[in-house]
């Protein structure tokens, strides 16, 4: 039987034959790849200023700390997302404050910002989930009303668009102060592993360009093509959180492929959305009309209390439909035990709900229309036979 996966990148020769030039040219690690594939992720999303990264996890980190995110800090956040957004929290020797998602959604709730901030809040790091954008405008406003950054984890979100002042605009322009993304695998730009920072302030873009190299005053290739001696020095502590040139250079190839990989993941998310009308039980997620999301991920809700996660998802595996839950909660793993570890504000019931309620659907450029049916129809066939044990209700 032929497996549907839940994600594959897009990668062929082009990527092969970039790569291979870079191997070539002798100038493996940060350098002129990283250089140019900076300044066309910059006019892609139409930001000043972009830094390459070796992953997401270190642009949060940096973006985080650029902002003031220091020991004792406070940083607004969601539990419901891939755990390195909080960790990136806690890297700083801050702790992440949990506030819930929107009801029904995969964003963090707008309305319930404001109880979660403190003297001690540095910055509100809201997350694009799935691909899908979060409401910037609202949240912008809250963090100007308080005088505290905002600090995007668009890590899903690459060719994701936001309506801003009656403007279409790319994720990443930046509307917050920093907007940090990811290139793995699993997001739809890839590079292997690698990250960008994005921003519209000199003096950040500075810092994060001193800080991924050691913070060394000088870089190799300043100092590579000088006529004289240079010296570096050290100014402060810095990271190794370098790009390679051979990731940059497959990820301008990505970069040329993304409008087009969007384009495919919408027509295949509309072929989604009108087969799950025949599918009982199961919601498709909503697009604001302010949104326009790359479709990360595509991620259903099972909203017949009689449908079991596990059981449907079982289904599907044993009959060729890979698939993942919905987006895990930090505050629920073992790293987050110790109560130490972070604060939550209010109730996180609407977080707690996607992560058990919710399933990630195979989405994927190379999908075909009948890939797409045949999803449909074993999750229809799966949902049919997986009702979980109830009590039969009394006839009337
Ligand atoms: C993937 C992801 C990250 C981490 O990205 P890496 O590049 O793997 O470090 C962070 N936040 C979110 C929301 C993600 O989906």
């Known amino acids: 039987m032929a497996m549907i996966p839940v994600a594959k990148p897009m990668l062929d020769e082009r990527e092969v034959e970039a790569v291979r030039r870079v191997v070539l040219s002798g100038w493996v690690t940060q350098g002129p790849e990283v250089a140019a594939f900076e300044s066309e992720f910059a006019a892609f ?15 949060l980190h940096l973006a985080l700390k650029a902002v003031g995110v220091g020991p004792g800090d406070e940083v607004v956040t969601v539990s419901h997302s891939f755990i390195a957004t909080a960790n990136a929290v806690r890297y700083c020797g801050a702790v992440p404050v949990f506030v819930d998602i929107e009801e029904g959604g995969f964003n963090i709730d707008p309305a319930r910002i404001e109880a979660a901030i403190t003297p001690r809040t540095m910055a509100i790091l809201c997350v694009h989930q799935l691909g899908m954008p979060c409401d910037l405008e609202t949240i912008v406003a809250i963090g100007k009303k308080h005088s505290i950054p905002v600090v995007e984890d668009a890590a899903c979100a690459s060719g994701s668009e936001i309506l801003w002042q009656g403007n279409w605009e790319k994720i990443g322009k930046p509307h917050g102060d920093v907007a940090c993304f990811s290139f793995h695998p699993r997001k739809l730009l890839t590079t292997g592993d690698g990250g960008m920072l994005t921003t519209a302030n000199a003096e950040y873009d500075a810092k994060f360009r001193l800080w991924r190299q050691h913070g060394m005053s000088v870089t190799d290739a300043v100092r590579h093509g000088s006529k004289q001696v240079i010296f570096e020095r050290y100014p ?31 027509r295949l998310a509309e072929l989604y959305r009108r087969g799950l009308e025949t599918v009982p039980g199961v919601e498709p997620p909503s697009e604001p009309s302010w949104a326009r999301t790359n479709w990360q991920s595509y991620c259903v809700r099972l909203i017949d209390d009689g449908l079991d996660q596990l059981e449907v998802m079982q289904r599907l595996l044993d009959r060729g439909v890979s698939t993942r839950r919905g987006i895990m909660n930090s505050h629920r793993e ?28 195979p989405l994927f450029a190379q999908m075909t229309e009948a ?26």
């Open 334 to 361: 073992p790293a987050y035990a110790d109560a130490s570890t972070h604060h939550v504000s209010g109730s996180l019931a609407n977080s707690e709900a996607a992560q058990e309620r919710c399933i990630i659907l």
């Open 45 to 59: 999303v139409g930001a000043e200023h972009a830094c390459a990264v070796s992953n997401c996890t270190t642009a």
């Open 371 to 396: 890939d797409v049916a045949t999803v449909i129809d074993e999750l229809r066939e799966a949902c049919r036979l997986s009702p979980r044990q109830r009590p039969v209700a009394a006839a009337e």
């Open 236 to 266: 402060e502590l810095g990271y190794n959180y370098r790009m390679t040139d051979m990731q940059a250079a497959i990820g301008r190839i990505q970069l040329e492929r993304l409008p087009e990989l969007i384009a495919a993941r919408r």
